[in-house]
C-alpha cells in the first residue's frame, strides 16, 4: 500500500493514525496499561454518578454538578480511547475518513462542553467559599436545577456549533500527499498538515 500517492477527498477512504509508534510487544504493554486506565476512569466516574444519584445525602449543588460532569467525562473519553486500544492490536492502524472527522468533532465539542461546565462548578464553588453565609440563600434548589439544564442544554448546544464550522471546512479540503497523521487521534493539526491548499490552512488557524 503506498501511503504517500496522491488522493483528494473524493477518494480517500481512511487515514492511518500512528498513535504511540514501538515494537508488537510494547504496543500490547500499552494496550494493557490503557484498558486498564480506562476500565479504572469509566469505573470511578460511573460510581459517582450512580452514588450522588441514590444517595439523598448528596442532592446538594456541588454533588448534583460533579455526578453530572462525571456523566460528560465518560462521554469524553470515550470518543478517543476505544479506538486507541484498537489501533494498539491493528496491523494497519487505518481510521475511516468519516470516523476521523467524527473523532475529531466529538472530542473537540466534549472537551468545549467540559469547559462550559466547569466554568458552572467554578461559580458554584466561588459562591460556597466567598459567600458561605448567602450561600443556602442564593444557590437555591431551583438555581441549582437551571445551572444543571443550562449545561446539558446551553453548553452542549455552544460546544457542539463551536466546532461545526471548522470541521465542515476541514472535511471539504483537498488532501494531498502522505494519510499518515502522525497522532494518536484525528487532530486538527495534523489534518490541516495533509491538505492540499495551503493558503485556506493558513487562514484557517488564522481565524480560529
Known amino acids: 500500500m503506498n501511503v504517500s500517492k496522491k488522493e483528494n477527498t473524493n477518494s480517500i477512504t481512511h487515514f492511518i493514525l500512528l498513535g504511540f509508534p514501538s515494537s508488537p510487544e510494547r504496543q500490547l504493554l500499552f494496550f494493557g496499561l490503557f484498558s486498564v486506565a480506562y476500565t ?3 469505573m470511578g466516574n460511573i460510581a459517582i454518578a450512580w452514588a450522588v444519584h441514590g444517595d439523598q445525602r448528596l442532592h446538594t449543588p456541588m454533588y448534583i454538578f460533579l455526578g453530572n460532569f462525571s456523566l460528560l467525562e465518560i462521554c469524553y473519553i470515550t470518543t478517543t480511547v476505544p479506538n486507541l486500544l484498537a489501533n494498539f492490536i491493528s496491523t494497519t492502524k487505518s481510521i475511516s475518513f468519516v470516523s476521523c ?6 472530542f473537540f465539542s466534549f472537551g468545549c462542553d467540559e ?8 461559580f458554584d464553588r466561588y459562591l460556597a467559599v466567598c459567600h458561605p453565609l448567602h450561600y443556602p440563600r442564593i444557590m437555591t434548589r431551583q438555581l441549582c436545577t437551571g ?11 455552544l460546544g ?22 502522525d497522532h494518536f487521534l ?10 492540499c491548499n495551503k493558503a485556506a490552512m493558513i487562514e484557517l488557524v488564522i481565524s480560529n
Not at 469547559?115 to 467554578?122: E, P, R, V
Open 160 to 181: 457542539f456549533l463551536w466546532y461545526l464550522i471548522p470541521i465542515i471546512t476541514i472535511s471539504q479540503m483537498s488532501f494531498c500527499g502522505s494519510r499518515i497523521i
Open 186 to 195: 484525528c487532530d486538527p493539526g495534523p489534518l490541516l498538515g495533509l491538505t
Open 147 to 157: 445551572l444543571v439544564v443550562l449545561g446539558w442544554s446551553i453548553c452542549w448546544i
Open 40 to 42: 479504572l476512569t469509566l
Open 115 to 122: 469547559g462550559f461546565y466547569l466554568c458552572i462548578m467554578a
Open 101 to 106: 472527522f467524527a473523532q475529531f468533532y466529538f
